[in-house]
Nanobody
Framework: QVQLVESGGGLVQAGGSLRLSCAAS????????MGWYRQAPGKERELVAG???????NYADSVKGRFTISRDNAKNTVYLQMNSLKPEDTAVYYC???????????????WGQGTQVTVSS
């Protein structure tokens, strides 16, 4: 099995910052892309930011210039630094990894359980 565990969510005032972390563990042979998604009440899950194994990044337009994604391949960990938070950033944030398990022959998506981020106005 491959597990993703997020941490770092919480309640913050508008304009504040939070840093999310997501550590992958278990029967991992290799991880390709990693990313963060979010889902607000009544809305579909959306991509916030993604990062390739080589460090190439992409961001949703709504978070460009405010959020920064990074990863530590040696630790199988991805981070999301969120600055200048807005109330509209309030959502459950999910970690995603495209991983090859030791018992598999193909990459598949794995998800964390999610961490709540609430930004008060």
């Amino acid at each position: 099995q491959v597990q993703l565990v997020e941490s770092g969510g919480g309640l913050v005032q508008a304009g504040g910052s939070l840093r999310l972390s997501c550590a992958a563990s278990g029967s991992i042979f290799s991880i390709a892309g990693m990313g963060w998604y979010r889902q607000a009440p009544g809305k579909e899950r959306e991509l916030v930011a993604g990062i390739s194994r080589g460090g190439s990044t992409n961001y949703a337009d709504s978070v460009k210039g405010r959020f920064t994604i990074s990863r530590d391949n040696a630790k199988n960990t991805v981070y999301l630094q969120m600055n200048s938070l807005k109330p509209e950033d309030t959502a459950v944030y999910y970690c995603n990894a495209e991983a090859l398990a030791t018992y598999s022959s193909y990459y598949r998506d794995y998800w964390g359980q999610g961490t709540q981020v609430t930004v008060s106005s």
